[in-house]
């Protein structure tokens, strides 16, 4: 079993940058792939990224310019650096672990 838990949602201004974490505990070491989704209220779950333990990344079209994922194998933890944040990346922000383990989220909202 592998547990998932979130940080670094809140409340910030259009144009403005957040840093998600998101560290595993568990059975960790069998974690290949790492990454998020999100969804908006009124909408269906939606990919933003994903990286492999090589390093190797994967990025929605609409964050790919601007989010940036990272992890650190030491810690088992995956970050999600977001910056040039618009309206419409609010959302519940959900880690996942080879597609099998989820956390509970964090609530992003990017709003004046």
């Known amino acids: 079993q592998v547990q998932l838990v979130e940080s670094g949602g809140g409340l910030v201004q259009p144009g403005g940058s957040l840093r998600l974490s998101c560290a595993a505990s568990g059975s960790a070491s069998s974690i290949n792939a790492m990454g998020w989704y999100r969804q908006a209220p009124g909408k269906e779950r939606e990919y933003v990224a994903t990286?492999?333990?090589?390093?190797?990344?994967n990025y929605a079209g609409s964050v790919k310019a601007r989010f940036t994922i990272s992890r650190d194998n030491a810690k088992n933890t995956v970050y999600l650096q977001m910056n040039s944040l618009k309206p419409e990346d609010t959302a519940v922000y959900y880690c996942?672990?080879?597609?099998?383990?989820w956390g509970q989220g964090t609530q992003v909202t990017v709003s004046s």
């Open positions: 996942y672990a080879n597609e099998v383990y």
């Open positions: 990286i492999i333990r090589n390093g190797a990344t």
